[in-house]
């Protein structure tokens, strides 16, 4: 890989790194912002939620544009507003007195950039570069700095609260300029994709979508489906141990988020492994993804039988391994699987399933967790079953490893 493409890979993985510390930063710090505001806790929840929410809604859209007029014009003015929504919220902070309105409204406008900018990342990869072999290593780069900000957010969470509580929000800002002009300065797309394509109509797009879905739609959806899954187990698993570290074992401020990290680490390890050899052997994805799976839910069977908090973060960690090494995997699939002029629409509705699964995972930990948390983690690993058996069944890949994946995976 050329110096010049390890530069435009960089500017694209800062991307990803600030969309995640934008929303997660702030799960350690939501206590200290409910006692800043006076609110209750589903209204402190809410700032995280309307993130997410408004992102799933508009993720789609935004592919649908990077398609039609280039993956820059999308993803430098979102970094632009995604800077202006923490701005919006922070002053609000700084400045009012009853700021939670205005801040709601900061943060429905950053997710508003951030539909726009990390889900365009993965098609963007896809255009710069030729060899397969060089598309999953740097997907697997991109997926180790999403994941590499989730280990970040709650220590640097915890550690800018600590100068004022409102600090987070106004650290965003100053990330999205960073990465606005490195992406502005260092990325250029091939000129074929920096470019419009054929004008399309609304009608059209979605007639396209459905053509897609009909040529490829086992393996979209079990791709889809796998993703969604992934993140629903992590967040939903981490909202509970964040919980439980409080009140069992009484670990509180950087502490906690350091050992919140620890999972999280594991699998940004493992992502970053899992690209680097995956190349273009499609079987090995298949198997690493069902392998994965399988991790994932043996390790969340042996959390359900578990009264030790730090036997339960090893096996949660186990747990992150196994995300990690399928989450490269479905990214390289979904991106070589799909024509280039397609890609931003599919990886979009991609990103947007991946939302899903972090919207849904804290609610559904919370109320199964009422129970028993053995229950949780029993649901949790039989949804991680049914996911692997997805991939074994409905991923079928050509016996021939040199295949391209958009002929191997149809």
């Known amino acids: 890989m050329a110096n010049s493409n390890k530069k435009e890979l960089l500017s694209i993985a800062s991307i990803p790194l600030i969309m995640t510390l934008g929303n997660s930063m702030l799960i350690p710090v939501l206590p200290a912002i409910r006692s800043k505001l006076g609110v209750s806790s589903l209204q402190v929840s809410l700032l995280i939620t309307v993130y997410s929410a408004v992102a799933i809604l508009l993720i789609p859209i935004a592919g649908y544009l990077s398609d039609k007029y280039g993956r820059k014009f999308v993803i430098i003015p979102s970094l632009l507003i995604t800077g202006i929504g923490g701005l919006i919220a922070g002053l609000a902070a700084w400045w009012m007195d009853h700021s939670y309105v205005v801040m709601l409204i900061g943060r429905f406008v950053q997710g508003v950039g951030a539909a726009g900018a990390f889900p365009i990342v993965i098609p963007l990869v896809g255009d710069l570069f030729k060899k397969d072999s060089e598309v999953s290593s740097g997907l697997g780069l991109v997926e180790t700095a999403n994941t590499f900000g989730k280990v970040l957010s709650p220590i640097l969470g915890s550690a800018l609260s600590m100068v004022v509580w409102f600090l987070p929000f106004m650290f965003i800002p100053v990330l999205c300029v960073i990465s606005m002009l490195l992406v502005l300065f260092l990325v250029k797309p091939p000129t074929k994709s920096s470019q419009p394509t054929k004008s399309m109509s609304f009608s059209d797009y979605l007639a396209q979508i459905k053509t897609i879905f009909k040529n490829n739609g086992r393996w979209l959806y079990a791709i889809f489906a796998i993703g969604c899954v992934c993140m629903l187990v992590i967040f939903g698993v981490l909202t509970y141990l964040s919980d439980l570290l409080e009140e069992k074992a009484h670990v509180y401020g950087i502490v906690k988020g350091c050992l919140l ?139 021939d490893k040199q295949a391209p994946l958009k002929r191997a995976l149809a």
């Open 261 to 399: 990290a620890i999972p999280l680490a594991a699998l940004c390890i493992a992502s970053y492994m899992t690209g680097k050899v995956i190349g273009k052997n499609q079987l090995l994805m298949k198997w690493l993804i069902v392998a994965g799976l399988l991790l994932l839910a043996g390790s969340l069977l042996v959390c359900g039988l578990l009264t030790s908090t730090f036997l339960l973060l090893a096996c949660i960690s186990l747990a992150g391994i196994g995300i990690g090494a399928a989450l490269p995997c479905l990214d390289v699939m979904i991106t070589e699987g799909i024509p280039k002029e397609e890609r931003g629409t599919i990886t979009s509705i991609y990103s947007s399933m991946r939302f899903i699964g972090v919207a849904i995972g804290p609610p559904l930990a919370s109320i199964l967790v009422k129970s028993s948390p053995a229950l949780m983690f029993y649901m949790i690993a039989g949804i991680s079953i049914l996911a692997g058996a997805i991939a074994l069944f409905a991923i079928k890949p050509q016996k």
